[in-house]
């Protein structure tokens, strides 16, 4: 009975914490002149109007959505708030996550504070991103046991497929040949009602392929494509899918920086802290040279 009631302590104590960080950042986020224009002009209006997530770009809307629908979907339910206070909430949900994604991924709180901390989160923090939906995903399908629940790590995977997501060809590739077919049932269905809906969406892509030529891309490609090569065959012949998954940065003709947040949480848990600081202070000095 005491126990019940320090936990039911520690419960209602964790919850006072957070929606004390939720007031702090909505005040400070709707207090803020700075545009959050990822957030305002992209993914709040495409959840906001689900219906038609592709909107056409206009002068006051210059951005574009470059997701699958099940992105708009997904942050559907915080659009009941207005934007400035949706942002906090899904920046406090961020953090949150983050915290639970790297503990399941077998890292600690030094770990947590390496990742939080790092220049590619300020990152996505100032431009309100949402690749925390990724390594979400990726976390979910390298450890769940349930073939379905994976499934839906994938589907979460495949909304920003630049990042990671060599990982999911590897944790397919080490499958025996039922769950190689389960765990693409979830992506297929939806990927199928979402044609019913929207009509062959992918098309309305139709210049993502110009993004190769944008800035900012932090991408090395073509000339990473050998690293890329040797840290797959690793992943490969060790069945490992956190290297399958930290390759794909070698392989992608375009990548943002602060889309490093989901390469830096897999990376800083695989590796030894003195390595992962030493990683941490470079990417630091090199964000700041980038300035």
């Keep these: 009975m005491l126990k019940d009631k320090f936990l039911n302590r520690g419960t209602i104590a964790g919850f ?55 992105l708009a979907w ?36 030094f770990e947590v504070l390496l990742v939080l901390c790092s220049p590619a989160f300020v990152r996505l923090f ?14 979910i399908l390298v450890t769940s046991t349930q073939i379905y629940t994976q499934g839906f790590g994938l589907l979460l995977m495949a909304i920003k497929p630049q990042v990671l997501s060599l990982g999911v060809l590897i944790h397919w590739l080490n499958l025996n040949r039922n769950d190689k077919v389960r765990i693409l049932l979830p992506i297929t269905a939806v990927t199928l009602i979402s044609f019913l809906i929207y009509g062959f969406w992918p098309a309305e892509l139709y210049d993502i392929r110009n993004l190769i030529s944008r800035d900012p891309n932090v991408s090395i490609w073509p000339y990473g494509i050998p690293i890329g ?10 069945k490992n899918v ?29 590796l030894p802290k003195k390595w992962s600081a030493l990683i941490f202070a470079i990417l630091w000095v090199l964000a700041l040279m980038a300035t």
Excluded at 126 to 139: E, R, S, Y
Excluded at 248 to 267: D, E, N, Q
């Design 242 to 270: 956190y290297w399958g998954a930290l390759s794909t940065f070698f392989f992608t003709p375009y990548l943002i920086s602060h889309s490093l947040f989901a390469y830096t949480a897999v990376l800083f848990t695989r």
């Design 126 to 139: 100032i431009h309100a991103q949402i690749d925390i939906v990724v390594l979400l995903g990726f976390t």
């Design 229 to 238: 090569v040797i840290l797959l065959g690793i992943a490969i012949k060790r």
């Design 16 to 70: 006072s914490i957070i929606l004390a960080v939720f007031a702090l950042f909505s005040y400070f986020i709707i207090n803020l002149d700075w545009e959050f224009a990822d957030w305002t002009q992209v993914y709040y209006p495409a959840a906001r109007s689900f219906l038609n997530p592709y909107f056409e770009v206009t002068p006051e809307r210059e951005l574009y959505f470059y997701n699958p629908p099940w």
């Design 74 to 109: 997904i942050l559907l339910p915080i659009t009941v708030f207005p934007e400035r206070v949706a942002l906090a909430l899904w920046m406090v949900l961020t953090i949150l996550l983050t915290v639970w994604c790297v503990k399941k991924l077998d890292g600690g709180i």
